[in-house]
């Protein structure tokens, strides 16, 4: 097995990384002070084919695999988590559930706007009190003569505020529990449809977090998405793919953090000499080096078997499951090697801290990672 990247991967990871350090690295702290995703970054990541990634060239999009999103979604966190975390989000869930279940209609009226970056896509499955149980939703969607009426709201939801369509989960058919969920498009602009609370977040502060409410929010017939009664079940196929997504951001929060303590480790001396010259600081290094190289593994090999048609749902969670985990832990050790300067905003490590923590929670948390891997384990399923 050859875990080589191609020539043309190499490039793509050159590429990004310098589109990365040139365009987001100098406005890292302004855009998490501004608590905004900068609208004037949204062309830019267009231009480069970032809003499109896998979407095929017919559909204006990149026509990229999943190990190649992987690259992109690595190098853009490794410079900014939070802008990482919104290309992945337009990309693995809007774009992503209208390209695989929306009708041949749907994907020519929306799915190139997305990947021309005309439209940011957002996708609304968790409620305030529906998150880890997602599937007991309350909002809810009842035909209205040629189409559907909206009632309900949505939480925690990447660019809720600032989306230009959402994909939206709604009960349809209360009776039926999973096969009675249904999925929706609904533009910016529809009536009944809003932003409600803007989140005030610890980290990841650049993304867009917010409430998306729907009062009687009124959709043609042709704005459902996939068959009726099954928008659950292919939000949690969504989901796998996405868990890929959020494995590849781990990596790459984790390989900035890791930079930032290596860089910091050989200029900083103490006791007549650079600190990377001790050994509690070397080991730290190694250890964090060793675990960022497993979690990029696992989560290659992941988007490797998407890549070849492969059912990915133990794959993708235990590649998210380590690669989080393991980037909460680097990020915590780039702030102690940074010592007190780690604690304050004039260096990068306190923001992959504060950023790192949601990668443990969202797209499934690391507890609903393991009840997935689990079941598998237990079902004997290969």
Known sequence: MDFRLTDEQQILRRSVRDFGEAEIRPHVMAWDEAQAFPPELFDRLAALGLLGIQIPEEYAGAGLSAVDYCICIEELARVDPAI??????????CTAHLFLFGSEAQKRQFVPRLARGELLGAWGLTESSAGSDAADMRTSASRDRDGWVINGAKTFITHGAIGGLVVIMAVTNRARGNHGISAFVVERGTQGMSAGKKENKLGMRASDTSEVVLRACRVPSDHLVGQEGEGFINALQVLDAGRISIAALSVGLAQGAYDAARRYALERRQFGRAIAGFQAIRWKLADMATHIE?????????????????????????????????????????????????????????????DVKLLTIGEGTSEIQRLVIARHLLAGRD
Not at 321 to 336: D, G, H, I, K
């Open 84 to 93: 990482a975390l919104s290309v992945a989000a337009h990309n693995g869930l």
């Open 294 to 354: 497993a979690a990029r593994l696992l989560t290659y090999r992941a988007a490797s078997l998407k890549d070849r048609h492969r059912r990915i749902t133990r794959e993708a969670a235990m590649a998210k499951l380590f690669a989080s985990e393991m980037a909460v832990r680097t990020a915590e050790e780039c702030v102690q090697i940074h010592g007190g300067y780690g604690f304050v905003k004039d260096y990068p490590a306190e923001k992959y801290y504060r």
